[in-house]
């Protein structure tokens, strides 16, 4: 696994971030690992992180809900089975679970928003992979996800993931942007650059 990015985890401490051999700084404010470009930080660090740490945790709900309470532009597309599918900037709402394999493309300009509503989870298949086109940027790209999302084996996924439970990231799966999750995150052997 490598992370360009810092990394968190909040009320609980690091003892829940299982294989990263984490080093704390001089200064108790974070903690390093070599798996890590960034800095990694936790309810268990010294002030002001924990408050930060809480500061974060709820401008990640608001950033939930905000993008849960958008406007629909488009309901259930193709049912939720988004395998060669372009989506066009707007908002999208599914009441099921979304998936796809194969490629799933997000087409508009470097200014152009996505949201996506997803009431359930989120399936993406080993191999499958979000291509951005005519400029679409991962960081303007919100999966609002009622339950969980799992990245299947080798996949590439683009895009801010605000998931309500858990995210889990299989062998080889690469995220471009952020994944911010309310229970817990797994990953393995994962690679996670920042958008």
């Keep these: ?3 360009t990015g810092n990394m968190a985890t909040s009320p609980i401490g690091e003892i829940s971030m299982t294989g990263f051999t984490l080093v704390r700084s001089n200064d108790n404010l974070y903690s390093t690992s070599g798996l890590v470009t960034g800095n990694i930080t936790t309810g268990t660090h010294k002030e002001p992180t924990p408050t930060n740490l809480i500061t974060a945790i709820s401008d990640m709900e608001t950033a ?8 629909p532009d488009s309901h259930e597309l193709i049912d939720g089975g988004l395998t060669g599918q372009t989506l066009a900037p707007g908002v999208y709402k599914w009441t099921n679970t979304v998936n796809f394999s194969g490629q799933l493309t997000f087409n508009g300009t470097a200014s152009d928003v996505w949201i996506l509503q997803i009431a359930k989870d ?3 298949a080993s191999g499958a992979e ?3 086109a005519g400029g679409a940027k991962a960081e303007n790209i919100f999966w609002q996800i009622a339950e969980a999302a799992e990245f299947g084996i080798g996949s590439t996924v683009n895009g801010i ?3 309500k439970t858990g995210i889990d990231f ?4 690469t995220l471009n942007g ?3 999750a309310q229970t817990a995150v797994t990953m393995i052997a994962t690679t996670i650059n920042w958008a």
């Design 122 to 124: 989120l399936e993406v």
């Design 130 to 132: 979000v291509i951005l």
């Design 178 to 180: 952020a994944a911010l």
């Design 1 to 3: 696994t490598h992370v």
């Design 64 to 71: 939930y809900n905000a993008a849960a309470g958008a406007t």
């Design 170 to 173: 299989k062998a080889g799966s």
């Design 161 to 163: 993931f605000l998931v």
